[in-house]
């Protein structure tokens, strides 16, 4: 079945480091994928989606680019802040009836100042 | 825009007693979820609405958990009896039918 496998956490990293999240996915047709940030005691809040192949996803410093050929959406920022420490969860959008959306695991990460 | 609204946002129960979860979506949405989220883990999906019907409930343990959605807005998510092993986060999410999802903050059970 679609299944979605994030790189384990915590990350921990000094503010201003270069971020990179890996995320692979497992899906029958053409999924669309997602990145959302949980900050502690909150819900999920949506940071970024791309819905084809190549496509690029960025939002609030924060890029990931659809693979298709090495079925990967990464997370990378170039500089990140204490601000950003939160988790973060890869996921997949299966385009069919179903519309259900397959989560990974979440990689928490965690910046020091 | 007032987003996703769920209570409580924390609840302890014994096992063995029934809790219910409210939910109420953005306005305007017609779509409706409810995930779990066990500690440490990803959200999986429990039950999609579209408007008041249940069109994806393959997930859901019947045999405690119920759901509705009277009117195609609130929602409510019950467990009756409660498990230790229910103790987890339920989340609502609503959306516009194309699949994007936007979360409430959850509820946080915990079964003693």
């Known amino acids: 079945g679609d299944s979605v496998t994030q790189m384990e956490g915590p990350v921990t990293l000094s503010e201003e480091a270069f971020l990179t999240i890996n995320c692979t996915y497992t899906a029958t047709g053409y999924p669309s994928l997602f990145w959302y940030v949980q900050y502690p005691g909150e819900g999920l809040q949506l940071l970024l989606k791309?819905?084809?192949?190549?496509d690029k996803g960025s939002n609030k410093g924060f890029e990931a680019t659809y693979r298709k050929e090495t079925t990967s959406f990464h997370l990378e920022k170039g500089s990140v802040q204490v601000s950003d420490s939160a988790v973060y969860f890869c996921a997949l959008l299966r385009m069919d009836s179903s519309y259900k959306l397959i989560f990974g695991s979440g990689t928490r990460l965690l910046v020091r100042p | 825009e007032a987003g996703v609204v769920q209570s409580p946002r924390y609840k302890i129960i014994e096992k063995k007693q029934p809790v219910a979860f409210w939910c109420n979506p953005i306005?305007?949405?017609?779509?409706l979820y409810w995930y779990l989220q066990n500690l440490g883990q990803g959200p999986e999906l429990l039950i999609r609405y579209e408007n008041e019907e249940a069109v994806d409930d393959s997930q859901l343990p019947k045999d405690r958990f119920s759901a509705e959605r009277l009117k195609g807005v609130d929602s409510t998510l019950k467990i009756q009896p409660a498990e230790l092993g229910d103790s987890a986060v339920y989340l609502c999410a609503s959306g516009t039918g194309s699949g994007e999802a936007f979360f409430g903050q959850g509820t946080r059970l915990t079964v003693v």
């Open positions: 306005s305007g949405h017609n779509t």
């Open positions: 791309a819905t084809k192949a190549d």
